[in-house]
Protein backbone atom coordinates (compact mmCIF):
# COMPACT_ATOMS: atom_id res chain seq x y z
CA UNK A 1 0.00 0.00 0.00
CA UNK A 2 1.33 3.25 -1.23
CA UNK A 3 2.03 6.10 1.71
CA UNK A 4 -0.26 8.62 1.27
CA UNK A 5 0.80 12.47 0.30
CA UNK A 6 0.09 13.79 3.75
CA UNK A 7 1.85 11.23 5.68
CA UNK A 8 4.98 11.42 3.15
CA UNK A 9 4.76 15.22 3.68
CA UNK A 10 5.04 15.19 7.25
CA UNK A 11 7.72 12.29 7.41
CA UNK A 12 9.61 14.85 4.77
CA UNK A 13 8.91 17.86 7.36
CA UNK A 14 10.37 15.72 10.31
CA UNK A 15 13.59 15.00 8.42
CA UNK A 16 13.68 18.42 7.96
CA UNK A 17 13.14 19.52 11.32
CA UNK A 18 10.25 21.55 10.42
CA UNK A 19 12.69 23.99 8.72
CA UNK A 20 12.17 24.59 4.60
CA UNK A 21 14.87 22.75 2.49
CA UNK A 22 15.75 26.04 1.35
CA UNK A 23 15.92 27.45 4.85
CA UNK A 24 18.34 24.95 5.56
CA UNK A 25 20.56 25.62 2.64
CA UNK A 26 20.90 29.25 3.04
CA UNK A 27 22.18 28.89 6.65
CA UNK A 28 24.04 25.62 5.83
CA UNK A 29 25.83 28.02 3.37
CA UNK A 30 26.53 30.63 5.88
CA UNK A 31 29.42 28.12 7.49
CA UNK A 32 30.49 25.48 4.61
CA UNK A 33 33.73 25.50 3.19
CA UNK A 34 33.22 27.34 -0.17
CA UNK A 35 35.56 25.14 -1.90
CA UNK A 36 34.03 21.84 -0.67
CA UNK A 37 31.66 21.60 1.23
CA UNK A 38 32.06 17.98 2.35
CA UNK A 39 35.12 19.40 4.36
CA UNK A 40 35.10 20.53 8.39
CA UNK A 41 32.62 23.71 9.14
CA UNK A 42 34.83 26.20 10.85
CA UNK A 43 33.12 29.68 10.51
CA UNK A 44 33.49 33.09 12.91
CA UNK A 45 29.62 34.60 12.86
CA UNK A 46 28.77 37.90 14.50
CA UNK A 47 28.30 38.13 18.26
CA UNK A 48 24.44 39.13 17.77
CA UNK A 49 24.00 35.89 15.76
CA UNK A 50 20.59 34.72 17.53
CA UNK A 51 19.74 31.43 18.67
CA UNK A 52 17.17 30.31 16.15
CA UNK A 53 19.79 31.04 13.33
CA UNK A 54 22.30 29.22 15.46
CA UNK A 55 19.18 26.38 16.41
CA UNK A 56 19.02 26.51 11.89
CA UNK A 57 22.27 26.64 11.59
CA UNK A 58 23.20 23.17 13.98
CA UNK A 59 20.45 21.44 11.95
CA UNK A 60 21.47 22.26 8.69
CA UNK A 61 25.10 21.01 9.26
CA UNK A 62 23.70 17.80 11.18
CA UNK A 63 20.98 17.26 8.18
CA UNK A 64 23.85 17.82 5.29
CA UNK A 65 26.97 16.39 7.10
CA UNK A 66 25.76 13.95 9.53
CA UNK A 67 28.31 15.73 12.23
CA UNK A 68 27.26 17.56 15.39
CA UNK A 69 28.18 21.05 14.88
CA UNK A 70 29.88 23.06 18.05
CA UNK A 71 28.89 26.16 18.88
CA UNK A 72 31.35 28.32 20.98
CA UNK A 73 30.34 32.28 22.12
CA UNK A 74 32.50 35.27 23.12
CA UNK A 75 31.40 38.82 23.69
CA UNK A 76 32.85 39.78 20.02
CA UNK A 77 31.70 36.54 18.15
CA UNK A 78 30.68 32.77 17.52
CA UNK A 79 32.56 30.26 16.38
CA UNK A 80 30.75 27.18 14.65
CA UNK A 81 32.34 23.67 14.26
CA UNK A 82 31.60 20.60 12.98
CA UNK A 83 34.05 17.75 11.71
CA UNK A 84 32.06 17.60 8.50
CA UNK A 85 30.85 14.86 5.94
CA UNK A 86 34.00 12.89 5.31
CA UNK A 87 34.83 12.57 8.79
CA UNK A 88 30.87 11.64 9.55
CA UNK A 89 31.06 9.16 6.93
CA UNK A 90 34.82 7.75 7.98
CA UNK A 91 36.44 8.69 4.19
Do not use: C, H, Q, R
Not at 12 to 21: C, F, Q, T, V
Not at 32 to 42: I, L
Not at 74 to 86: D, F, I, K, Q, T
Amino acid sequence: MAASSSSSSSWAASLLGGYSEAALSAAFSKVADKANWKMPVAAVLPADTSKEELALIAYAIGFYTGSEAKISASPNWVLVEAPGYYAAVGA
